[in-house]
């Protein structure tokens, strides 16, 4: 089985610049994580996609980060001005239906590592 | 915030039990005890969970205290490749609107 694909692996990009991040969930798997994670601490859920709504996007800097996930399958999570304090590993995961799965774990990608100059 | 507490860091020697102990003292009757390792440059992997009785799978064992307020997962044979952060994480099973809160986890090292 397939698990969660994400890209790029690595990103260094300059303050105020943009930066783009893909997710491929496991198939057949409805929702679909952002989590990012600072260098020392445990990874923090930014948004949650149950198929191609939004389900918890309360962890969100809106005024900077976007993430969409048009189809229902892949999903992009953007930054666009970046600050110096978004450099982090950004983390995918997708899981099953909850209430389906009895305990709804969920697999995560490599992560993407970004770097803000 | 985290619903837990855990030890910053551990060392184990390898092929011994690697005990991580979670308190959880505020634990809810329907929330469920979870653990998930991160190996470094990884994402965080499903280890176990559990409600109230001990648990055991391929990868470790799960005790939980009778009250709930704390647990143990066992690694019964630690290997290099068990060098990771473990998390431990309450919530509710199957409740989309009550995610995983990550804490820091504790930093297992295994020595040779």
């Known amino acids: 089985e397939a698990g969660v694909a994400q890209s790029p692996r690595y990103k260094i990009i300059e303050k105020r610049q943009s930066v783009a991040f893909w997710c491929n969930p496991i198939s057949g798997h409805a929702t679909l994580y952002w989590y990012q994670q600072i260098l020392g601490q445990g990874p923090k859920l930014l948004i949650q996609f149950q198929n191609n709504g939004v389900v918890d996007d309360s962890q969100l800097p809106k005024d900077r980060f976007s993430a969409e996930r048009l189809k229902g399958v892949d999903s992009t999570l953007k930054i666009q001005p970046a600050k110096l304090e978004d450099s982090a590993v950004y983390l995918c995961a997708s899981s099953l239906i909850p209430g389906v799965s009895p305990y709804n774990e969920q697999f995560f990608g490599p992560g993407t590592r970004l770097t803000v100059l | 915030d985290a619903k837990t507490t855990q030890p910053t860091s551990m060392d184990c020697a390898e092929g011994r039990a690697a005990n991580l102990p979670c308190n959880h003292s505020t634990i809810s009757g329907n929330e469920y005890v979870y653990w998930y390792r991160q190996i470094h440059s990884q994402g965080p992997q499903y280890i176990i969970h559990g409600l109230k009785n001990n648990e055991t799978n391929e990868m470790a064992s799960l005790i939980i205290t009778e009250d709930r307020k704390s647990s143990t997962l066992i690694l019964p044979h630690a290997t290099l490749r068990d060098t990771a952060v473990y998390y431990c994480?309450?919530?509710?099973?199957?409740?989309?609107?009550?995610?995983?809160?990550f804490g820091p986890g504790t930093r297992l090292s295994a020595l040779p």
């Open positions: 994480i309450v919530r509710v099973a199957g409740n989309y609107g009550q995610n995983f809160v």
